[in-house]
């Protein structure tokens, strides 16, 4: 029934041309690597920071290296890998990998992110305690989030999408004597479960539908959806539900923004390239059965734009320096997914998504960098006049800053830039509450800069905040590059053409570019002139501050709803089950016996009528029945 040896490829030498074995074989090393460093780290070197940083940084640093030397060699490769379940022609479901364009542009970026991060963590955790449990945890989400990359079948995803789920769960409650830091990390694991039953409900649709897991099976197998698209749509719409929770899409973003209670470089990595981007990418897997369903494909536009636009809203009236970022992830992730519905191939999110990777891993760095020298305080409000304490952190700031805004030449507007087109093509009203949710952006990031960074400091720690160590300026200055430049035409065409044309169908007007830079520089300047001088902030908007007031509608849910279903369930078990059905059949019976309990006289005579009294009767009722 189980067979583990049903692929000769994983085991034989002899079944693969050398080059194909060569590849094969650094495929595992860059998946396993990671878990090995976890392992050892955890079992071994846990009092030893030097050897449990290395271990970690070692680990990273092989992937990234393996990751390079694949997408060089462009080589496509599926391995099968070992059969896991095998029973027949019913189901077969393999622990294999894959490398094509798509994968290979993914590993790239995640391994380059996590391997600078693993670096940048040693100077941010220099005095922090659980430090090799901190590097053992970092590992082993790398390992997780490869598995959603490498994997060739949606049970092997789904397997690598729940350990980058219970890996984050417990990065985020790396400070778990915290009480707000052990909620975060509950509340992330909670909410990702809602999103993660209809992802597997989806999975369970599908494969019930095309009859096979593989991703080379189902995203071939649209014309079996051919004169049932209702089927299609459910089932995609279902498994975007995955989406909607790892990748923090409304209703599900609330846990994103109170991820931040974990360390910074925690934020960095969930919020660059790996964790909520790897809903993304599980759209951009199966892109050809959306972009055959013009339902699910609506559903995720209209998602991704209401997203986009309420996170850069409620991104605008944010005082803490990471939950402004985190708001700034929900939007952007809203971009992507947008696209995802608007484009016609997975080249133009994933476009957005690598761009986007880079910069904003710079901006929680950065806002690690000010939180060290702030002495962990948050509050910009509480800063000021940081660019002269600290010009690297701040240059490097203002990259990544303009990247996010959208200005012209830098890398976010090339990919943002060419969504909202898109857009304009698809439907006016998605292109201007994206061009909206622009302006906005460019807005609530240039009002941290000029709060944190301009002006005179506000506080003692300010006035004395230094540079931050070069083990955690010099990954800022090399995420600073990228940052302006991943966009560029000639790392588009390395990167993301691979991917599929990111044509336009017709030529948009001009205007369109005019209405991009206007936008851009209404939320810059804008935000400038109003918060260059303030003490405190000047516009404050309860609607906005209180984040739309979806968290007090969901603790009312969960305090009214949930708990009288809740009471109604305690009530029926101690009265109904307990009280009619446990309690009431224990009191009946003691009852009869207690009554029973006289007729024992104790003389043989009385027991002799009873005996003769019960045999007549039985005669006469068996009479009676005849």
């Known amino acids: 029934m189980f067979s583990f040896l049903s692929s000769t490829s994983f085991f034989s030498p002899f079944s693969l041309q050398p080059s194909a074995f060569s590849l094969s074989s650094l495929l595992w090393i860059i998946y396993l690597a990671p878990l090995l460093a976890a392992a050892i780290i955890l079992l071994i070197t846990r009092s030893n920071k030097p050897a449990a940083a290395g271990l970690a940084i070692g680990a990273a640093a092989i992937t990234c290296a393996g990751s390079w030397i694949l997408f060089l060699q462009k080589t496509n490769l599926i391995l099968p890998g070992f059969s896991w379940i095998n029973t027949g022609d019913t189901l077969n479901i393999s622990i294999g990998m894959m490398v094509d364009p798509l994968s290979r542009t993914m590993l790239v970026v995640v391994t380059t992110i996590a391997t600078l991060v693993f670096i940048y963590s040693i100077g941010y955790m220099r005095h922090e305690e659980g430090f090799a449990r901190f590097f053992a945890g970092l590992a082993f989400f790398l390992f997780s989030m490869l598995g959603i990359v490498l994997a060739n079948n949606f049970i092997m995803m789904f397997i690598s999408w729940e350990l980058v789920g219970f890996s984050s769960y417990l990065l985020i409650m790396h400070y778990f004597e915290k009480p707000a830091a052990a909620d975060a990390g509950n509340q992330a694991f909670m909410v990702n479960r809602i999103g993660d039953f209809g992802f597997l409900l989806g999975i369970l649709l599908l494969w019930l539908s095309v009859g096979s897991l593989s991703f080379d099976a189902i995203t071939t197998s649209l014309p079996a959806f051919a004169n049932n698209s209702t089927l299609l749509a459910i089932s995609l719409i279902l498994i975007f539900c995955g989406t909607i929770g790892k990748s923090a899409q409304l209703p599900l973003h609330v846990w994103l923004p109170n991820s931040m209670e974990g360390p910074t470089p925690v934020s960095s990595l969930l919020h660059a390239a790996t964790m909520v981007a790897a809903g993304v990418y599980m759209l951009a897997r199966i892109f050809p059965l959306l972009h055959g369903s013009p339902t699910a494909s609506s559903v995720v536009m209209w998602i991704g734009a209401s997203t986009a636009l309420a996170a850069a809203l409620m991104g605008t009236q944010q005082n803490d320096f990471k939950r402004v970022l985190a708001y700034s992830t929900i939007s952007q992730l809203g971009y992507m997914v947008t696209a995802v519905g608007v484009a016609p191939s997975a080249g133009v999110p994933m476009f957005h998504l690598f761009t986007h990777a ?90 941290v800069c000029v709060v944190a960074f301009f002006g005179t400091p506000r506080t003692e720690h300010a006035r004395t905040a230094l540079e931050s160590p070069l083990v955690m300026t010099l990954p800022l200055l090399l995420l600073a590059i990228p940052a302006v430049v991943a966009g560029y035409p000639f790392l588009e065409k390395i990167f993301i053409a691979p991917l599929g044309s990111m044509a336009l169908p017709h030529e948009v007007p001009e205007y369109l570019e005019w209405i991009f830079i206007g936008f851009f520089f ?33 603790d009312w849910c969960v305090k009214n709803i949930q708990g009288a279903f809740a009471k109604g369930c305690a009530f029926f078990d101690r009265w109904i089950i307990d009280g009619l059905c446990v309690q009431g059949s224990a009191s009946l019976v003691w009852t009869l016996g207690f009554i029973l309990r006289f007729l024992q006289v104790g003389s043989l005579q009385a027991y002799a009528v009873f005996l003769g009294a019960g045999t007549i009767g039985m005669i006469l009722l068996l009479l009676k029945i005849h």
């Open 358 to 447: 880079f910069f904003k891993c710079l901006l929680f760095l950065t806002a690690g960098s000010v939180m060290i020298s702030m002495h962990h305080e948050l509050d910009i409000w509480k800063m000021g006049g940081l660019r002269k304490r600290m010009p690297v952190t701040f240059a490097t700031f203002l990259c990544g800053m303009l990247a996010l805004a959208g200005c012209p030449f830098f890398s976010g507007s090339f990919s943002k830039d060419l969504i909202m087109k898109f857009a304009f093509e698809q439907h006016p009203a998605v292109f201007w509450m994206l061009v909206v949710a622009a302006g906005l952006t460019a807005f609530y990031i240039t009002r």
């Open 522 to 554: 209404l939320g810059t300047v804008g935000s400038f002139l109003l918060y260059r001088n303030a003490a405190k902030d000047p516009m404050v908007i309860p609607f906005l501050a209180n984040r739309l007031y979806i968290d007090n509608v969901y």
